[in-house]
């Protein structure tokens, strides 16, 4: 059919490649981004956060019009106003990240060119992690931005520089971080799309609304400890008296995405592909 | 170099592969048949360490699959043509496969080109006929110029001219050296590429020889005689050990006879023979002997009137 020989010329140089992590990285780093759909997924998310945020604060500046009473902390929390369906885009393309390899068949593929399979999802985790904190802080460093021109008729507007202000930027982007390991994880272990999506979206939606209407010390006590809860309090920049600090829901949020993770983990080294 | 010890695969209950053994040789062709459901894939996914196995071993040059620190210049598998993310490129999923080795993008664009992908190597998979999912299915199992290649199903949805291709270079592969072992249930592909030839049914090893040796049948190979006093002739083989197992007309269909013992009977009896012919056994039909009490999806035999 052609000309071209079935040996690599430099076979000796090919032949001592071996299987590192720095290569399975890479592997997963050109998976990630040769899909179009990672892209618009991405763009998604940040669109959605600065336009929710922007909504936000036009919301602030009509209620107080109206003469409502409007606080300091919840104008300095306009930034990651629009985390409620950041997350659900981000956590989609984290799940999709993993599962769409089984949907097509691909993880055959990508398990028989690394038999030790969890570097495949320690990569994943990686690249997920660090795009979504990225996408996470810049979308609420643009929201930032964009609602300034809204707060400043009134007189709301606000340096970066404010108390609080940068450090819930920055834990807007490890919030997301940790809904993306999450969900990576959920994938993993569901290895199915649309059974990672909505599992995904009842844990971070449906559970804390249904929770709500239930009355009683306990259900209030669960919601406390959900992902939305406690991204909430990772978020916030003031805390109210008898709720998770910053560090707390920090660490509650950490065990939501690390857990997950390790079992999907050590499923993945126990199961047939 | 394939070697299986007592494989076996369990799901719950039923049982997939059944306790099997067989080695797999280097410099050759090696055929892996059975019908739908044999435990084909099963055993494959097992070589590749995808599945493990519930009792038994597999090792693949000396060592389980997944001990290789660079299994993809060891082995070099097509499982599932369709198994690629249908909106990547077959460029992108090469360069991916080839990032976890260290291969180089000259290596991607080698394999593009052996396996005549070059003009929609940048096309999303997911538009692909399946004789494209197949060539790039090969192409990714060549990516790390393995000793040992693992094909299910390669000429599956290929066309006359990519069949030949599938077949020269896997005969070329196996020229080379290396251990090629490939599934098929098209038996006539197989009779084709492969020397030796490993058959399953419904789990177990039911042969295990070079394609030669089933295609003859062994014993039972038989032989079409025409002559003008068949009676006789009939009567004369059966005396010297053969069997005769149709008559109609003037031709005989002997067994247990070569037909050189079959001419030299004729020729001390002074019976005029006007042909003598070998009956080969085709590969259906000895396939078909082979698993006929292996195959687990029996058709119901709607057409055996209109024959």
Not at chain 1, 167 to 191: D, N, P, W
Not at chain 2, 128 to 146: E, H, K, V
Not at chain 2, 249 to 257: M, P
Request: aromatic residues 4%; hydrophobic residues 45%; proline residues 4%.
């Amino acid at each position: 059919m052609t000309t071209t020989t079935l040996h690599h010329r430099g076979s000796a140089a090919i032949a001592s490649g071996r299987v590192t992590f720095g290569r399975v990285l890479h592997a997963e780093w050109i998976k990630f981004w040769s899909l179009r759909s990672t892209a618009y997924l991405l763009l998604a998310t940040v669109a959605t956060m600065v336009c929710l945020g922007t909504l936000g604060a036009w919301g602030l500046t009509a209620a107080m019009d109206d003469g409502h009473p409007v606080t300091d902390a919840m104008i300095h929390a306009l930034p990651s106003g629009g985390l409620t369906f950041g997350q659900l885009l981000i956590g989609a393309l984290a799940v999709l990240f993993i599962s769409a390899e089984y949907a097509s068949g691909m993880i055959h593929a990508t398990m028989t060119t690394v038999p030790a399979r969890t570097p495949v999802l320690a990569a994943k985790a990686l690249i997920i992690a660090a795009v979504s904190s990225v996408v996470g802080a810049g979308s609420a460093l643009l929201t930032y931005a964009a609602v300034q021109p809204l707060l400043r008729p009134d007189g709301l507007d606000f340096a970066l520089s404010t108390e609080g202000v940068a450090g819930s930027i920055a834990r807007t982007g490890l919030y997301l971080a940790l809904v993306a390991l999450l969900a990576l994880a959920l994938g993993a272990l569901l290895r199915s799309s649309a059974g990672g999506i909505v599992t995904l979206s009842a844990l971070l939606l449906v559970l804390p609304t249904a929770l709500s209407v239930i009355s009683g010390d306990l259900a209030a006590e669960i919601a406390e400890y959900l992902p939305s809860n406690a991204g909430d309090q990772l978020v916030a920049i003031e805390i109210a008296d008898d709720a998770l600090t910053q560090l707390q829901g920090g660490l509650v949020m950490g065990a939501w995405a690390l857990v997950p993770l390790l079992a999907a983990a050590v499923l993945l080294t126990r199961r047939d592909v | 170099m394939i070697q299986a010890q007592h494989l076996t695969k369990r799901y719950g209950a039923k049982t997939a592969v059944d306790d099997i053994s067989f080695t797999v040789q280097p410099g050759r062709v090696t055929g892996f048949l059975g019908p739908n459901g044999a435990g084909k894939s099963t055993t494959m996914r097992m070589i590749l360490g995808l599945d493990r196995p519930s009792t038994g071993s597999v090792t693949v040059s000396g060592r389980p699959y997944a001990q290789h620190r660079a299994p993809v210049h060891q082995v070099g598998a097509l499982l599932d043509a369709k198994g690629v993310h249908p909106s990547r490129s077959a460029y992108d999923h090469l360069r991916a496969m080839a990032a976890t080795h260290g291969i180089p993008r000259t290596r991607v664009r080698e394999v593009i080109d052996l396996t005549g992908l070059g003009p929609v190597a940048h096309k999303r998979v997911g538009g692909f006929s399946l004789g494209m999912g197949q060539r790039l299915g090969i192409a990714a199992a060549l990516l790390g110029d393995p000793q040992t290649i693992i094909l299910d199903e390669p000429v599956n949805g290929l066309d006359p001219e990519g069949v030949l291709w599938v077949r020269n270079l896997t005969r070329q592969l196996a020229a080379e050296g290396r251990t090629v072992f490939l599934s098929s249930h098209l038996m006539s592909e197989m009779a084709q590429t492969a020397d030796h030839l490993i058959v399953i049914g419904r789990g177990r090893l039911i042969a295990d020889a070079p394609i030669r040796e089933i295609l003859d049948g062994g014993s039972s190979a038989r032989i079409r005689v025409r002559t003008e006093e068949p009676a006789r002739l009939a009567e004369l083989l059966t005396g010297a050990g053969g069997h005769v197992t149709t008559a109609a007309g003037d031709a005989l269909e002997a067994s247990g006879l070569t037909t050189r013992q079959v001419a030299r009977i004729a020729l001390d009896h002074d019976v005029l023979v006007h042909e003598l012919v070998p009956l080969q056994v085709s590969l259906e039909d000895a396939y078909m002997e082979l698993t006929k009490d292996d195959v687990e999806y029996h058709s119901l035999e709607l057409a055996t009137e209109g024959r």
